[in-house]
């Protein structure tokens, strides 16, 4: 069941199964992905959101859903007053939205914090007005490092230092490490460390393989690499995140 929506909007987590039945309501709706992946149709347009892109459901829009195995989503209802008359127009004409750094921030601050796949009142008013401040923020000229991610998104457990990544986007290494500070505020290989992580954290929710072989996979020298890294991240170790998340 849907949580009420408050004067600065409301956050759910939400699982979805196969041929969820069309339907509409009268306020805004967003979906971003925190694990696995669906298929939405907004209006008789269709796409995949997932953790990179989310889909924007404007006041009174048809629109069905389908899941398949694991996946949770964080999702956003708020009125139009939230957002704006100008970007609520803007948003329907785009309708499925590459996730700023920003929003996927607040996105695992927001999964972390929450027992099970309740949002405490506490962080939805935290995090809430911050999302939608985030998400109706206009966007900038397309990324010159667009390529170059897409690239080590595609194959995060090769190595990936920062000449390597200079190289393949055409920039110097010192206008890598400008242009990723002024995008992602962080370094390269601060965004590279987060992706292998994000990467292990779906796959230990979503799949059976061991965990030595996901380390390898994301690019971590072995197991114990991999376990200090999520453990600084969560406070887990892989195989308690697994436990966890495959336990809801």
Same mark, same amino acid.
């Given at each position: 069941?849907?949580?009420?929506?408050?004067?600065?909007?409301?956050?759910?987590?939400?699982?979805?199964?196969?041929?969820?039945?069309?339907?509409?309501?009268?306020?805004?709706?967003?979906?971003?992905?925190?694990?696995?992946?669906?298929?939405?149709?907004?209006?008789?347009?269709?796409?995949?959101?997932?953790?990179?892109?989310?889909?924007?459901?404007?006041?009174?829009?048809?629109?069905?859903?389908?899941?398949?195995?694991?996946?949770?989503?964080?999702?956003?209802?708020?009125?139009?007053?939230?957002?704006?008359?100008?970007?609520?127009?803007?948003?329907?004409?785009?309708?499925?939205?590459?996730?700023?750094?920003?929003?996927?921030?607040?996105?695992?601050?927001?999964?972390?914090?929450?027992?099970?796949?309740?949002?405490?009142?506490?962080?939805?008013?935290?995090?809430?007005?911050?999302?939608?401040?985030?998400?109706?923020?206009?966007?900038?000229?397309?990324?010159?490092?667009?390529?170059?991610?897409?690239?080590?998104?595609?194959?995060?457990?090769?190595?990936?230092?920062?000449?390597?990544?200079?190289?393949? /986007?055409? +920039? %110097?290494?010192? &206008? $890598?490490? *400008? #242009?990723?500070? !002024?995008?992602?505020?962080? =370094?390269?290989? /601060?965004? +590279? %460390?987060?992706? &292998? $992580?994000? *990467? #292990?954290?779906? !796959?230990?929710?979503?799949? =059976?393989?061991?965990?030595?072989?996901?380390?390898?996979?994301?690019?971590?020298?072995?197991?114990?690499?991999?376990?200090?890294?999520?453990?600084?991240?969560?406070?887990?170790?892989?195989?308690?995140?697994?436990?966890?998340?495959?336990?809801?």
């Amino acid at each position: 069941m849907s949580s009420p929506i408050l004067p600065q909007g409301a956050l759910s987590l939400r699982r979805y199964g196969a041929d969820g039945a069309p339907h509409r309501h009268d306020h805004v709706q967003v979906v971003i992905g925190v694990h696995g992946q669906i298929e939405l149709e907004v209006e008789g347009r269709g796409g995949r959101v997932d953790n990179g892109l989310a889909a924007f459901i404007a006041p009174g829009s048809d629109h069905a859903q389908s899941g398949d195995g694991h996946n949770q989503f964080l999702v956003l209802d708020c009125t139009l007053a939230d957002m704006g008359d100008d970007a609520v127009e803007r948003l329907r004409r785009q309708t499925f939205l590459p996730v700023p750094a920003a929003v996927r921030r607040l996105v695992e601050f927001v999964q972390l914090a929450s027992p099970a796949d309740g949002v405490p009142d506490t962080i939805t008013r935290h995090c809430a007005p911050l999302l939608i401040d985030a998400l109706v923020a206009e966007r900038r000229p397309a990324s010159r490092l667009a390529p170059l991610l897409r690239r080590i998104e595609a194959a995060p457990g090769e190595a990936w230092p920062a000449a390597r990544m200079a190289v393949e /986007a055409g +920039l %110097s290494v010192s &206008r $890598l490490h *400008a #242009v990723f500070r !002024a995008e992602h505020d962080r =370094t390269p290989q /601060a965004w +590279l %460390s987060d992706l &292998r $992580l994000r *990467a #292990v954290q779906e !796959a230990l929710a979503g799949s =059976t393989t061991p965990i030595a072989q996901l380390a390898l996979d994301a690019g971590y020298s072995d197991q114990t690499a991999l376990t200090r890294a999520l453990r600084r991240a969560t406070g887990l170790t892989p195989a308690a995140y697994r436990k966890l998340h495959q336990g809801r």
